[in-house]
């Protein structure tokens, strides 16, 4: 039997009935789904592949090594309420943000070049080809448009101020990953849509916008497109964009090869022996984008977010000459400090001999010229090779 409802919460309920607390707004309950959808989200139902691959299940998809039980997001919501966290520095965070050369960037075709949009938004701009990473040019990190995670900075670049692109490759359905209003946008840039490169069951979720120039792979699965070679690698995380759909769609990180590139970006992930298994089966990286952030309490985001250290780790594990930071400094998803990754990024890269060149930082909106990283022609190949598809 439900108890009537108060005054406060008369058109917003819990699943299980109860009112909301006294002061909890229609806003704030959205506010803390949305947090809840890009950390942790309930169970599933249905099927979705009979395929006999271990990651697939029957109710979708798991990840290559046992993570153990997730910790209760119910616990990590109490705990932060007790301990005020996360905690915002009076007169908010100030990051240094660059505004870059627009027309540069839209003239380029020539120059390897890498931007930081922000979060896990790169423009990668490589072989003549311009790619985006998990593109995200809007305010917020939710499925609505007045509430859940707002940027603290804004994007680098205004979405008519990007330059054509070719290609778009989407980590995972969670919503600092695959943004509605951006990816519909650039489905109608001028030129024609990108192609995006999505993991196995997210085509049809771009389909269902209209969006048609979509390629979609399993883990290991390769594609050609324009010069480039995309492949989707496995990583360990988890999908969900309600609380009816956990784990349906795969999540997974890119490689994206030209002839004298390797580039890997990582997307969302915890750290697992799936990136010694990319690193051997790639040889070596020329630079790998990686997530230093949303890293606290430990207890909880461990299983889906790497900390600095792990970060570093994943750099070598991964046979990276270059890695670049990504994933902190633009959302609060979790409980660190904003600011605090760099500090930890430093003290893990002294700690494992990396230098601040090798594993670098980037301010939102820098641009990097990538020709110092590029291969050399004497080079060694990749030990082994994923299968390309037909
Ligand atoms: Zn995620």
Redesign the pocket.
């Known amino acids: 039997m439900q108890a009537p409802h108060c005054s406060t919460c008369r058109p917003a309920r819990k699943p299980n009935g109860a009112c909301f607390p006294k002061r909890y707004t229609i806003r704030a309950a959205a506010a803390a789904s949305a947090t809840a959808l890009?950390?942790i989200a309930c169970g599933a139902d249905g099927s979705v592949d009979s395929s006999d691959k271990p990651h697939h299940t029957a109710e979708g998809f798991r990840n290559n090594y046992p993570t153990g039980p997730r910790g209760s997001f119910r616990k990590w919501q109490q705990e932060r309420r007790e301990k005020g966290l996360p905690k915002i520095p009076e007169g908010g965070y100030r990051f240094e943000v660059l505004k870059p050369d627009v027309a540069w960037l839209q003239a380029n075709r020539t120059e390897p070049a890498l931007t930081w949009i922000g979060h896990a938004t790169f423009l990668l701009q490589i072989g003549g080809l311009d790619i985006l990473t998990d593109a995200h040019l809007t305010d917020r990190a939710s499925p609505l448009a007045f509430a859940g995670p707002k940027r603290v900075v804004p994007p680098a670049l205004r979405l008519d101020e990007l330059p054509y692109i070719d290609a778009v490759v989407i980590?995972?359905n969670?919503y600092?990953?695959l943004d509605r209003p951006t990816v519909k946008r650039l489905a109608r840039q001028a030129g024609g849509s990108p192609r995006f490169f999505v993991p196995l069951g997210l085509k049809g979720w771009f389909n269902g916008r209209g969006i048609g120039d979509v390629t979609e792979l399993d883990w290991w699965e390769q594609a050609q497109y324009k010069g480039a070679r995309f492949t989707l690698v496995p990583v360990q995380?988890?999908?969900a964009r309600s609380l009816w759909d956990r784990d349906k769609t795969l999540?997974g990180g890119w490689v994206i090869e030209q002839p004298d590139f390797r580039f890997f970006f990582a997307?969302?992930t915890g750290y697992s022996q799936d990136f010694k298994d990319i690193g051997r089966r790639f040889g070596s990286f020329d630079l790998a984008a990686l997530p230093i952030g949303a890293y606290e309490p430990r207890w909880f985001m461990s299983i889906?977010?790497v900390n600095p250290q792990e970060a570093v780790q994943i750099h070598r594990d991964l046979n990276a000459r270059h890695s670049v930071a990504m994933h902190w400094g633009t959302f609060i998803l979790t409980d660190e400090p904003l600011d605090e990754p760099p500090v930890k990024l430093a003290e893990a890269r002294k700690a494992a001999g990396v230098s601040a060149d090798e594993f670098f930082l980037m301010k939102h909106g820098e641009m990097r010229r990538l020709a110092p990283l590029l291969r050399r022609a004497d080079a060694a190949a990749p030990a082994e090779r994923p299968v390309t598809l037909p």
């Open positions: 890009i950390v980590s995972h969670h600092d990953h995380h988890w999908s999540w997307g969302d889906m977010h």
